[in-house]
C-alpha cells in the first residue's frame, strides 16, 4: 500500500545534540512538508519541497535544515540551534505545484523530547 | 492572504446527539476547503474536501460539510456522534497552488 512512513515514532534529544528525522513516501509526489504541532497550537509550517534538490523555508524554519536528494524522502534535521525542540513532528506529501486542491497525505508522526 | 479560523477549541457533546464544528475561512480567490481528522499520537486523516461544484460535501465516518461562500464558512457536521469520534479536527484552505493553511485545531469530546 502507498503511504508515508515516518521514523522514529519516539525520539529524544540531549541538550545541544543534532537529531534526523526520516520521512519516505512512495506515492510518487512531487512535493514534501514538515510540519510542528504544539498543544493548541496547530500545524506549523516548517519546510517545504515542490521538486528535488529544492526547497522553501515555512513559517518556523529557524534551526531546522532539510534535503530533498531523493523523491521519495525528505528527511528533517533538528539542530542544535533550535532551543525548544520537544514537539511532535509530521511529514506530509502531495501531488505538488497546482495540485493541492487534492490536499496532502500525512505520515504518522515523530514525537521528539529533549532530555 | 489566506487564513482559517476555528470556533472553539474545546466541543463536548453527548453520545448520539449532533456533532457541529465550526471553520471560517478567508481567501482572496476561490478557496478550497478540507476538514481532517487527528487521534491522539496520530497523523492527520483527510475527512472531506471540497473543491468546486456541489456545496455539501460528505466525507467518511458519517461527517459532512457545507460550504457558504456568503457566510466564508465551511462548518462540519455529524448528525449522531459516536464514542469513536472523540479526536481533533482541523479546517484547512489552500494558500497557494502547492501549500495548505491549517486552523488551530477543535478537540471533540464524546460524552456517554
Known amino acids: 500500500d502507498g503511504g508515508i512512513t515516518q521514523s522514529p515514532k519516539y525520539l529524544f534529544r540531549k541538550e545541544g545534540q543534532n537529531v534526523t528525522l526520516s520521512c519516505e513516501q512512495n506515492?510518487?509526489?512531487?512535493?514534501m512538508y514538515w510540519y510542528r504541532q504544539d498543544p493548541g497550537q496547530g500545524l506549523r509550517l516548517i519546510y517545504y519541497s515542490q521538486i528535488v534538490n529544492d526547497f522553501q523555508k515555512g513559517d518556523i524554519a529557524e534551526g531546522y535544515s532539510v534535503s530533498r536528494e531523493k523523491k521519495e524522502s525528505f528527511p528533517l534535521t533538528v539542530t542544535s540551534a533550535q532551543k525548544n525542540p520537544t514537539a511532535f513532528y509530521l511529514c506530509a506529501s502531495s501531488f505538488g505545484t497546482g495540485k493541492a486542491n487534492y490536499g496532502y497525505t500525512f505520515g504518522s508522526g515523530t514525537r521528539l523530547t529533549v532530555v | 492572504a489566506q487564513s482559517v479560523t476555528q470556533l472553539g477549541s474545546h466541543v463536548s457533546v453527548s453520545e448520539g446527539a449532533l456533532v457541529l464544528l465550526r471553520c471560517n475561512y478567508s481567501s482572496s480567490v476561490p478557496p478550497y476547503l478540507f476538514w481532517y481528522v487527528q487521534y491522539p499520537n496520530q497523523g492527520l486523516q483527510l475527512l472531506l474536501k471540497?473543491?468546486?461544484?456541489?456545496?455539501l460535501v460528505k466525507g467518511i465516518n458519517g461527517f459532512e460539510a457545507e460550504f457558504k461562500k456568503s457566510e466564508t464558512s465551511f462548518h462540519l457536521t455529524k448528525p449522531s456522534a459516536h464514542m469513536s469520534d472523540a479526536a481533533e479536527y482541523f479546517c484547512a484552505v489552500t494558500a497557494s497552488a502547492s501549500k495548505i493553511i491549517f486552523g488551530s485545531g477543535t478537540r471533540l469530546s464524546i460524552r456517554p
Open positions: 506515492l510518487n509526489h512531487d512535493a
Open positions: 471540497y473543491t468546486t461544484g456541489a456545496t
